[in-house]
Structures are given as C-alpha cells and as structure tokens.
C-alpha cells in the first residue's frame, strides 16, 4: 500500500494560551504541574514494530491515522508524518511533551533479525514510517504510531487529575478500538512489545514541582520513599533526562495484575498526595524558619532572569523554578504562575528559534534567552 | 608622666562625601581607587615600641600628640586613643583605611625580652597605650603613633596622585619635625624598628582595581610582572588581607638606597602607568570580543544587588566590582562611580552597624547588608 499520510496539515502546534499543562490551574496545581495517563495498544494480526518492515509500518500509519481522524475523538486533530519533518520540528514537538524522544530520533527501518520484513525499505516507501495526532485545541491528547507499540495514546491534565485523564482516555481508547481490531489476550490482557507494559498497557504520571523538598535538602528522600513505593522518578522530559527546574516525573511502574482502577486510586488518593505534603511541609518550614533564605534565592532568581544576558536552558530553569515558587508562595505577586509555567517552554532551544524565526548556535541561543526572559518578566 | 590624652574627642569619623579615597575622580580613577604615601618615623632616644614599655609609650603618645595638634597639618585634626576605644569604633577606622588591623588589635605591653621596661604596665596607665591622628576633612593624613614605629605617617589622595600625595606628607612630616627630634642616622638614613623601611621609611601603594584582568584571566601574569618589577601585592585592607572585589594594593619594597624622588617616578611615571595600561587593554579586549559576556557579568552583579537579601562582605564587593566596572565602561548610566566606592565601606561590618546603630551578629549583617544595597543602588 503506498504511503498516503501526506495530506498538507501544519504540523507546528500553536502557541496558544490553553496549552494544557501549561494551564498552571488544575487541583494541587502548586506542586502537581500536570497529570499524564498513556496506553500502550498494538494491532492484531501486525508484527511489534521492531519487528516490522517499513511497508508494514506504513500500513499501521495509514490504519491509524484513519481510524484516529474519523473517530471524533476531539475538536480538531492535527496529524503528522514525523519522517517528513525537520528535526526543529520535532524538537518541538519533544519539547511540548507530545512524543518522546526515541520517537523524534527514529530508529532504522529494518532489523537484522527480523524474520518478517528483512533488507531496506522498498523503493518509494520511507524508511521509518512514524506519525502522531495531536488533538486541539490543548494538546491534551497525543497519540504516537509507531514508537515502541503500534500505539502509544496519552492524555495530560493540568494539576492533579488522573482521574479526569483516565475518564478521557478510556473513552478515546474505545472510539480508537471501535475501527481497529487491538492484540488482546484473555490471559494477559493487551500485549505489547515490552513485557513491563503488558496488562493494562496503562503508565499513569504527575509532574511534580519540588523546590522546597530540594532546598531543605530531602529531595532524595523523597524519592527514595516514591521507589520503595513502586514509582518510577524521572526528569522533565521522562527517561534518561536530568530534573531540570526540580520537576520531577512520578509514575507507577506495575502494569499486569492491578486493575485500572486500583492503580489510579494508589497514585490519585494515596501515594502522590503523599508526595504533595511532604513539599508543601518543606515550603511551610522554609517560610517558618528559613523565610529570610527563601526570599533570597526567590528574588535572586529573579533578578538575575530579569538582567543576564547569557543564560543555558539549566540555568533559566532553575531559576525559573525559584520564581515559580516565589509566585505561588506570594512572594512574588506581578507574574503569573501560568507565565512562569510558558517561559519554562518557550526558553527551550527549538521554541526559542521558533519564537525567533530563525536557526541560532548555542551561544546565539543562550542571548535570545535572557533576552526573550528579560521582555517577558520586566515588572 | 600621667596619661593626659583622654580629651573627648569624637573617635567616630564622619561619614562625608568628601572622604578623600572614595571621591572616584582622581587621576586615572577608572583603574586607580587611591594612592598612598607613608612615612616611618622614630623619636631620638626613646625605645622602639617593641621594646618600650607602657610608660614609655604614654610619654612618645603624648610628645606626638601635642606636636601634631599644635602643628598645624591641616584645617582639622581628630584625634583618637586606640585603647580607649571599643572594637567597634577601632574596627571602623580600620574599615577606612586609616589604621592598621595590628594598631587596632594592639599588643602586649610589656615584652619578656624587654631590658627597659619589663614587667606590666604601673597602675595608672593602659596595657597598650596608642594613638590615631586623622587629619579633616577628608581623612587625608592620618597618623598612627606606637604602631610598630612611633608614628606611621600617611596620606592618601584619589586616583593616581603619588606625587601630591607625596609633596603633601613632606611638608607635613617638616612640620612634625619641627617640634620633634627624629632619630635619623647619617649613614643609614630614618631609623624604624625593621629593617626594611630604615632609610627613607618610605612607602608609596596605589590600590587599583583590576576586574578586566580578573575576567581576562591575566590577572596572575600582572602580580608576577609587578612582582619583577619590586613591588608587593597585596589585598583590599593591606598586609594579610584578600583582593576583595578585585581590587588590588601595589606598594614599593624598597626603602634603602633610593631617594624618595626616584621611588616616586618609578611608581608614578613607569610601573604603575604599565599596570594601568594593562588593565585597560583587558577591559578594551572584553568590549570588542566578549561584550555579551561582559554585560551579562555587569547586569547580574546589579541583578544580584538589587534582589538578594542575603550578602556576604565577600560577594557585596565582588558584585560591586562588576558594577563599579559597568559604571566606568558606561554599560550602568544611573549610577555614578562615587556612590559604588561609597558603598564598598559602608557594607563592611563595622560600618553596617554604624549606619543601622545596632550591634548584628553575622547573618543579621548579611541582611542588613543586602538591604542597605537594594535601597541605595534600586534604579
């Protein structure tokens, strides 16, 4: 079948307002940045995709994309074959937390020891056929094809409600199911290429903002309890990336053998309130006893936003990450969380140069930075 | 002979705009902060203060005090009792350079090796009787008497002035002089209680600051030059202390067998041009190839200055040097050179207390300080 995914969508997300992670007012919204809740589905009768030769890949593009464009699972979806984007384009996408990064890199077309779909990609079909539909307006569903399985679905919501998020996936997981047929066994439940997420396929996430648990110096036992509670931490852009701004992502790692709703109601009603608290007792006891150092490194960030002229991504989100404390804190009144919440977006490298129009080195970057924080935040 | 010279006279300088050093608008004043003259000078027939004993330093505390406020050295003479004062007020006048740390500490009075006066000090008279002299307005001269040589006199002048400073000491060590006998030999020239200022007891220094060399990473390869070049390096208060906000002491060695007209060209003609030279090559070279790196350490040094609320003695000055360094090159308009010096006394300990008039421990300075900072320097 060839590759007919090509239709002209724009495939650059608006920057609207109503980004919903960024939104910066959802429950717990002064710890719990966002609530992310993915499924992992496969189609039957189709090889996983590191199994899969490139014509078999386009063909789960093509049955997907179908099936996710005409199943009203939203207002608007925007579509888009990333083999046919640029890597600025991608980046983008990264960086607003709509595909991973393994799915923006790609990977080779075919395997050495792939018995079904052995040598190069046939003549006229791409070598690493992989897309993804963004719903609008929100972006607060993604679907990636082709990543890891045939279909990685996920659902973000501002603060904490996965509850809400797994409401809304649930229901698109049935409009997607209505016209593909998924690998279901009665024994394991929804198969996929990684045993982990065998089960329910289901990962439920939160995106936590913990810069007083870092500041009084028991981050890491925060952490530590978060493991011995079968959560996996990571950093601001999932696996293998640093905690940048002191976010941290907490997700559960248990996919067979609990329910949905067993696994919601762990992380929902005891383990991340349990979290939240322990941060919020942090920030108490810094305003009650260190309140002097607080407003330090709150206002010192905040200066140094509003006058350096050379800032990294690590630095501006440090600090950015002070200023969003001082804001909810009250320290700071004239900013915004939600603009807080923007800047940590747009001050990454692709959405500067997007912001910007134009291709920057790191060093051209790093004085777009400042200077694109030093309009933003100037009191 | 009975201590007489505990007349109430206010030990505390005045905080005028008219302190000679802090003016910023001498010579030179975008590297030159001051330049210094000092004289070693003895009394014929009295003990080296190292080896005098208590009463013996009231009859030399006395002789120098009746010459000098009879002497007419300038419009104003202050004078003040070093073991009367409190550590507050004698760390005050260490703060501005008009003692030595070692004059404000004191020492022993009596010494084990003393053939002339063992034993402690008669009942009546102090353990360590010395004295300061400062000379108003602009604390110009001042005159140490039983530092280590009987008297220590100095005088500064703002920006590159060693000659003034020099014309202005010899006639004021003519005028001391004149009512005292100083023990001076043919051959060697003043005597001094060491070695290294018999001769002229001469001392010439210029403090500069030196940020364009620090930045430009040069800064060692300059001490060594100087330090070819004879002279000692020292920091911000003198013998010990550290370069604290870049701001370097260069002061001749040499005492014996060189005039002081020679010592003085040297200084003022040769070496000290160079340095300057140095110095503004460095700033020129930060202008054209690293400008934005430049402004960026300027601006977060304001930054710092006027959010933080927590400083340390050691960050203030360093912060300030990047400042008062933006303020010369003209990247900071609204703030004017004089006001930066100012502050660079004002935010050391003694000083801070003096103008909040209250005794702090150290994290109430470092409060005080970054507070005394955001409201004099905020835009």
Redesign the interface.
């Known amino acids: 079948m060839p590759h007919s995914a090509g239709q002209p969508h724009d495939p650059s997300p608006a920057f609207e307002n109503g980004t919903e992670w960024l939104r910066g007012d959802g429950p717990a919204s002064d710890v719990v940045m966002s609530s992310r809740v993915r499924l992992a589905r496969n189609l039957a009768g189709l090889p996983f995709v590191h199994r899969a030769g490139a014509a078999d890949r386009v063909h789960v593009l093509d049955l997907v994309r179908a099936q996710v464009l005409k199943a009203g699972l939203c207002e608007k979806i925007m579509w888009a074959n990333l083999h046919e984007l640029g890597s600025a384009e991608r980046s983008l996408l990264v960086e607003r937390h709509l595909i991973s990064k393994q799915h923006a890199k790609g990977k080779p077309a075919s395997h050495p020891g792939s018995v079904l779909a052995p040598g190069p990609a046939p003549a006229g079909i791409p070598d690493d056929p992989r897309g993804v539909a963004v719903g609008l307006p929100g972006e607060r569903l993604s679907i990636m094809v082709n990543e890891e399985d045939h279909l990685r679905i996920q659902v973000i919501r501002s603060g904490l409600a996965l509850d809400e998020g797994w409401a809304e996936i649930d229901q698109i997981d049935d409009k997607i199911e209505a016209g593909l047929d998924y690998a279901f066994s009665q024994r394991f439940g929804y198969l996929t290429a990684c045993p982990t997420n065998v089960g329910t396929g289901l990962r439920m996430s939160v995106m936590l903002h913990l810069p007083g648990l870092k500041l009084t110096g028991d981050i890491e036992k925060a952490k530590r309890a978060a493991q011995d509670m079968n959560l996996a931490v990571r950093g601001f852009y999932g696996e293998g990336s640093d905690a940048a701004g002191d976010f941290y992502q907490f997700s559960n790692q248990t996919t067979l053998g609990k329910s949905e709703k067993v696994i919601l109601q762990d992380l929902q009603q005891e383990i991340v309130p349990q979290i939240i608290e322990y941060e919020r007792v942090a920030r108490r006891t810094l305003q009650s006893k260190r309140a002097?150092?607080l407003?330090?490194q709150v206002?010192?960030a905040?200066?140094?936003l509003?006058?350096?002229?050379?800032l990294t991504t690590e630095e501006a989100m440090q600090m950015l990450s002070h200023v969003r404390l001082g804001v909810v804190l009250g320290l700071i009144k004239h900013v915004e969380q939600r603009l807080v919440n923007q800047l940590m977006l747009l001050i990454q490298p692709a959405h500067l140069q997007r912001v910007l129009s134009r291709e920057m080195d790191q060093e051209q970057r790093r004085?777009a930075r400042?200077s694109l924080l030093r309009a933003k935040l100037a009191g």
Chains 1, 2 share one sequence.
Request: net charge neutral.
């Open positions: 002097t150092a407003e330090d206002y010192r905040y200066g140094t509003t006058h350096a002229r050379l004085v400042a």
